[in-house]
């Protein structure tokens, strides 16, 4: 119903045209009653008035691109007088043209205006009726009532679904405007984790390449040693840049099962690829997270064994995930080089300091999370994450 009236009413001009073309054909089909009912004769005061409305709706045929405003009203007022003039000097016989022309005049006030126009015209004719008190009215007195009913209810109708249409367009708009923005949210995050990942890693492989190819102009022995290490190197970027888009895939990786399982296939594939054992410790308390937490969640996982495979040559990692109260702590702790700072640094502190991975900070901060990274160098880092749950 709501779609068929936002179509019956999303041309005016068109229903414009349509009511300036009735004016006519009524005025013409009421000449012609009046020849035939006077045997030819018009009395001259209904002659002076179909004549004037003859005027009129030629006259509106042009107007009816100003329906609506100032002009509009007019237009709607003049109708309305009209009416009333035809009523007061039709006969009984031929109070079906008042009664038609008063239908005309309640369908332009329901598609141009509000039901307070449809409510006014309404009242007038009404008014009218009764205030002349003929008899012979009745029959337009009912068609008035009737039609007034009908026609503020449709009225009242299309204002509401104006409204909700409205409504329903700034809701598109402002979900496209989110989408929008997500999607590009998502474009920066996948730039970001590339830079701090990928891109970094061939970036040392271009330079590695560069020093090979002044090796093997002096020194072809240290040059093919130099060879079998960037051979190493390819294969452990392509680990690298396996695990990337796996951490592509955390949120649906995290729908398969809860947290503790997931984060456990984690340290799994990790210690696979790598070599690195891993100790992992898991509370099955945990609450369910919604998969965007836990995808989060993951990710920093991954990117924290990634930190630890890249830089820290470490020969054991510790991972954590437990339940302390209203919070959700990980840990991921290892034995090898540690950062270049000594101490613990909140991320508030990390922020100021411009130490610790930017792509971690960023993730903590968009889980509302506390984040403490601990460094001992030469005897290995630490993270902890405490991520609020309900």
């Not at 960037?230 to 294969?235: G, I, N, R, S, T």
């Not at 922020?351 to 610790?356: I, M, N, Q, S």
Request: glycine residues 8%.
């Amino acid at each position: 119903m709501g779609s068929f009236l936002s179509r019956l009413f999303s041309p005016p001009l068109r229903w414009g045209l349509f009511l300036a073309w009735a004016r006519v054909l009524l005025v013409i089909v009421a000449a012609a009653g009046e020849l035939v009912r006077h045997a030819g004769l018009v009395p001259v005061p209904t002659g002076v008035v179909l004549a004037l409305f003859v005027g009129y709706s030629v006259a509106a045929l042009r107007w009816q691109r100003l329906q609506g405003g100032a002009f509009g009203l007019l237009t709607l007022f003049a109708d309305t007088v009209f009416l009333l003039v035809l009523a007061n000097h039709s006969s009984t016989a031929s109070l079906w043209f008042p009664s038609l022309f008063y239908l005309v005049v309640l369908a332009e006030g329901v598609i141009f205006y509000s039901a307070r126009e449809v409510a006014i015209v309404a009242a007038i004719s009404a008014a009218f009726c009764l205030l002349t008190g003929q008899s012979r009215l009745d029959v337009l007195l009912r068609t008035v009532v009737v039609g007034a009913v009908l026609g503020i209810a449709f009225a009242l109708y299309k204002r509401y679904a104006e409204v909700r249409r409205s409504e329903l367009m700034d809701q598109v708009q402002a979900a496209h405007a989110e989408a929008e923005q997500g999607a590009d949210a998502a474009r920066q995050k996948v730039a970001q984790d590339f830079h701090d990942g990928p891109l970094q890693s061939y970036i040392s492989l271009q330079m590695r390449l560069d020093i090979l190819r002044r090796l093997l102009e002096r020194d072809q022995a240290a040059g093919m040693e130099e060879l079998r290490q960037l051979q190493e190197l390819a294969q452990s970027q392509v680990r690298e840049l396996r695990s990337f888009i796996r951490g592509l895939r955390g949120p649906v990786e995290a729908e398969r099962g809860s947290l503790v399982a997931s984060a456990r296939r984690v340290a799994e594939t990790f210690q696979k690829e790598s070599g690195i054992p891993v100790t992992f410790v898991g509370s099955e308390s945990i609450p369910d997270l919604p998969p965007e937490t836990q995808g989060e969640v993951l990710q920093i996982v991954r990117e924290a064994l990634h930190n630890v495979q890249k830089h820290a040559a470490a020969t054991r990692v510790a991972i954590g995930v437990e339940r302390a109260g209203k919070t959700l702590e990980i840990s991921v702790d290892d034995n090898g080089h540690g950062f270049r700072f000594s101490g613990a640094y909140n991320l508030d502190e990390l922020d100021l300091l411009r130490l610790g991975p930017a792509s971690i900070k960023r993730r903590a901060r968009s889980l509302n999370a506390d984040l403490i990274v601990e460094s001992r160098p030469g005897r290995g880092a630490g993270l902890k994450l405490r991520v609020p749950v309900a």
